[in-house]
């Protein structure tokens, strides 16, 4: 809605800084969200689906597809910020192109990668098109309104993926010791699962904190006017 008010009040710079605001924030949330989903996938899995015909044999396989989707998390949620900020400019042709060539390039990814990968393959495939499809998007938008301020997003998002892989880390020592092994009980899995999102939630903010990231205010203050709201 912010860039449909300054798109049409033709605010061009107002645009490219609510663009860089929104992708920082994106990317604040998402790349965290896909490292901890990778580190978690299998007691995720497990929780939510090991049940009745789903055995262990399922759970393995299901997970194994949801790496390869979580890889392609942040490139998923950024592509819905570009698209939409090209609607804003009253361009739907240029997204609906590019959507055209990544659907092309999921297609030839999937056959070229479900061999060796099996169905992981095609989720691999499905996260390296949105990758493509958001880069193709970025370059576009940068054509058409100038300088994105990519660098300073380039510095966010680099202090947001080295905060990332601490958290990765320590989320996966800790869950070795407070998640369950195969055969414990759905409740001892849900607190450690639990336990290990409350761990990786505090040591993220305190990496974050640690490296300086704006992003980490930014989400405080929006929650907090959650908090009034409700």
Known sequence: PSISRQAAKKDLQAVRDTFEYAMKLVFF???????????????IV???????AFDAQTTHLTAYALLYYSVGLW???????VVSTFYALQDTKTPVRIAVISVCANI????LLMGPMGHGGLAL??????????????????????MLGLKTMMTSIYKTIIC??????????????????????LAGLFFGLLGSI????????FFSLLFKSSELKKVMVIAGKGKDKA
């Open 29 to 43: 949330i998402t790349i965290p969200s896909m490292v901890g989903l990778i580190v978690l996938r299998e007691p």
């Open 46 to 52: 497990t929780l939510l689906f090991k049940r009745g």
């Open 75 to 81: 490139a998923f949620s950024g592509v819905r910020i």
């Open 108 to 111: 030839i990814l999937g056959i």
């Open 125 to 146: 495939a499905t996260s390296l098109a949105s990758m493509l499809n958001l880069g193709l998007l970025v370059w576009a938008l940068e054509t058409k309104l100038g």
């Open 164 to 185: 990332s892989i601490f958290m990765g880390a320590a989320v996966w020592a800790s869950a070795q010791f407070i998640i369950p092994s195969e055969g414990g009980s």
């Open 198 to 205: 409350i761990i990786g939630l505090v040591l993220y903010g």
